[in-house]
């Protein structure tokens, strides 16, 4: 199975940065499909960014132009370096990579398709 791990996750005040990690066993980047989601307390799971193996990163207008994806070298570790936080972005975000197509809005986060970090908690206070 694919094993999948967040890290990098903590607690910032509103205007600072993170950088969040995605890293994989058993697979690499240009094997799958990978997006990030998170969920925050009371709100359903959201989809903010998104690199499919033949495609450009993508990213929800919720974080675009504050968040940007990257990978290593390797090709089994994949950054989220968020800037500009604000407290809205407190949420747990989870990595996921694809072995069926990623859905692009479910309820709840992880979901029991493809394969999902544990998540890592991001907390922005204002």
């Known amino acids: 199975a694919v094993q999948v791990v967040e890290s990098g996750g903590g607690s910032v005040q509103a205007g600072g940065s993170l950088r969040l990690s995605c890293t994989v066993a058993t697979i690499t980047f240009d094997d799958a499909d990978m997006a990030w989601y998170r969920q925050a307390p009371g709100h359903e799971c959201e989809l903010i960014s998104m690199l499919k193996v033949d495609g450009m990163p993508w990213y929800a207008d919720s974080v675009k132009g504050r968040f940007t994806l990257s990978e290593d070298n390797s090709k089994i570790t994949m950054y989220l370096q968020m800037n500009n936080l604000k407290p809205e972005d407190t949420a747990v975000y989870y990595c996921?990579?694809?072995?069926?197509?990623?859905?692009?809005?479910?309820?709840?986060?992880?979901?029991?398709?493809?394969?999902w970090g544990p998540g890592t908690q991001v907390t922005v206070s204002s």
């Open positions: 996921a990579v694809a072995e069926y197509p990623l859905e692009p809005a479910p309820v709840q986060c992880p979901t029991q398709k493809n394969y």
